[in-house]
């Protein structure tokens, strides 16, 4: 068979693991004889587009284990959709360069991306084999049971609301935490995970799934305060009123991507708001918000076994599926085995399955009083997080 | 000697290491025949005036070993400035309970609390020794060369700055983060301890200690801009105008407590506000604000070494000078040996000396541009935080 070139690149928001899948799929690259040169584009398509590669046979292994640790997108990042014309210049660039072989890692619109350039191969008749390599914190791809990245972030938002409720016990009134996840609440969910004791916080969760109504969350509050004598809330980014729009986006820039996504994250406003609230309607006093921010997707140190370990197998993955050529565009999907043990499996299957429409926190997962989840939740989402630090009190 | 019983609170904003000093105090009271009963008043002085104390006798080291690594304070804390009232009332409980000994972990508020306290029974003819055991992440005590607490928050705040330098790289642009520290820099300028590459941010960083000005700011960040290709800028939720008002002070709730601190943190109103500005009159478009918040001072798992250690050497040493019987009224005071090993060294001191009045960081840590630190500033600091994670880029 013939020698074909890859190409592999990074793109939407980055995640602590997504350079496991990188160096997962670099190093599966070059135990294979029918790959050639490896190269890195720099900021996902626009590397691409700019020809700006790193060559990915050069750095030593040692290396790459340093890489697959670091946080964030080792090869930089973007958020561009690809149109018709893109999709040219990049045939373009890739015959010259002779490349048979891309790989692009990212959530769904990076899947939507890389599917749109596998579609417009064939109409253009470029043999190109396209695999998309899954990564989100968001945890929405429907291709997944779960996706790598979200292990980790679930892991940081678990133990910061651990930390903080600890030091909600100390100081007392009601702690508002504004936790990532555009469209689904499958992270701000994890923050049930920091619960060991009965009366330990989140006592509220509240996730983009249910319509949020300020007066339920005034009335949830006193009810927590009376019972608990203080109150910390879990709350997703992307939570939205009845009308289907995100209340953080009506606050916020009105900034959006080329996907039309709207910023929500990197800033502050949907917390205080919330702060606004509960100190004017529920008259408490001690009132504060904090927005865990990007924090949740690059802290360095704190990263799940599990998902390092499922990131970098997914990108191992995607190179053997795309070698062993059974589709010539497809996602790697992580399933769940059956058994009582946990353990992921990995699949090839087609692109359009990851592709573009998220999946929702689902309705098993959610508790009927509408701000809580359910004990099927903590039992799908423990093994991907890992074990919490210990704590105790008096 | 005569047996004479003992009471410990916490007080002020909790840490990841004031349990450390806690059960390092009671560890030492336990192995000594002059002291009785150990109670652990609950939220610092109101647990006194309410009689609400916690047997500290009662739990196995095993117990206090994981107390002692659970962030936060496992007594509850307050923000109570006792007057004469609350003293009178304060010493007929110690009668009761027959309290020769008072231990009061804290910062400068809570220094100044143990003083009122120590200098009202000294009126009173009530014989008390009272200790005061530092305690801050602001790293602001005058009679400290640094704080329990400080060594932590600022490990969590160089490695937040590390991951969040790293996801600046791969998506671009400009980002605030909000750090800690009303008055003092020090944990704004712990920063700097992120870098490790050339290029690595945080690219400003911008202290209490130096007059804030907008315009400069705005050209600081242009010419990061053009220098890096993107800013991470770390600002103190402290900084002020050339008025000395804090900008984060008239943005907020105006919210005080008895010491007279307006509320700063629990609000992303700073950072927001900032990045607004750079948006507006910079001109550029991807501008992102984070403010760090409660993780800063209760993150789990993230604690330094050196200062989980010497935390509770601090809490040990003011048993052991409370019961050498030198002064009756002190605070203990860390000290850095001379030597070029780092090393502490802890010594009792008057307890006016921790009191009241904050220190800031001295101006040969103070970069001459106004937006960095010095070298020996790192040189200060490193040791007290410890080995950060390692990272590589491509």
């Known amino acids: 068979m013939k020698k074909m070139n890859m190409v592999i690149a990074q793109s939407g928001g980055p995640s ?8 997962g799929a670099v190093l599966e690259a070059r135990k294979s004889p029918r790959i050639g040169r490896i190269l890195g584009a720099r900021h996902g398509i626009l590397g691409i587009l700019g020809n700006d590669y790193v060559d990915l046979r050069k750095p030593s292994v040692k290396k ?33 360069l002779d490349v ?11 899947a939507d991306a890389a599917r749109i350039v596998a579609e417009e191969a064939e109409k253009e008749g470029y043999p190109l084999v396209v695999y998309h390599i899954p990564k989100t914190i968001d945890n929405d791809l429907r291709s997944c049971d779960h996706t790598p990245g979200f292990g980790s972030a679930a ?16 100081l007392g009134g009601v702690k508002i935490d504004i936790i990532m996840g555009r469209d689904a609440g499958f992270l701000t969910a994890a923050s049930a995970l920091a619960r060991v004791r009965e009366d330990d916080g989140p006592h509220l969760i509240y996730l983009p799934e249910v319509p949020f109504s300020e007066e339920k ?79 949740q997707r690059s802290f360095p140190g704190v990263a799940s076994e599990t998902d390092q370990a499922e990131a970098f197998a997914a990108g191992q993955s995607a190179v053997m599926a795309a070698l062993k ?6 996602t790697i999907a992580i399933l769940r085995a059956k058994g ?43 093994p991907l997080v890992g074990k919490l630090p210990e704590t105790a009190t008096l």
């Open 325 to 330: 050529g059974e589709r010539s565009k497809g």
């Open 16 to 23: 602590m693991v997504i350079n496991q899948s990188l160096v």
């Open 217 to 295: 969350f005034v009335k949830d509050v006193q009810a927590a305060m009376k019972k608990y004598g203080r109150c910390v809330c879990a709350i997703s980014e992307g939570i939205r009123g009845k009308d289907g729009v995100a209340i953080g986006a009506k606050l916020g820039s009105g900034e959006k991507d080329s996907h039309g996504n709207v910023q929500m994250s990197g800033t502050g406003a949907l917390g205080d708001a919330l702060a606004r609230v509960i100190k004017e309607k529920a008259q408490i006093k001690r009132v504060r918000a904090d927005t865990f921010g990007y924090l």
């Open 100 to 110: 048979g072989y891309f790989f692009y890692i990212g959530g769904n619109d990076s």
């Open 155 to 170: 892991r940081f938002v678990a133990s910061a609301i651990m930390g903080d409720d600890l030091d909600n016990r100390a």
């Open 340 to 382: 009582k043990k946990y353990q992921a499996a990995f699949a090839a299957r087609p692109i359009a399955d990851a592709a573009k429409y998220t999946r929702s926190v689902p309705s098993e997962f959610i508790a009927k009083n509408g701000h809580d989840v359910t004990p099927a939740f903590i039992e799908y989402a423990r």
């Open 64 to 96: 790459l284990e340093t890489i697959a640790k670091t946080p964030s997108s080792a090869l930089g990042s973007c958020r561009k959709k690809p149109n018709a014309d893109d999709c040219r210049a990049i045939f373009e660039e890739f015959r010259k």
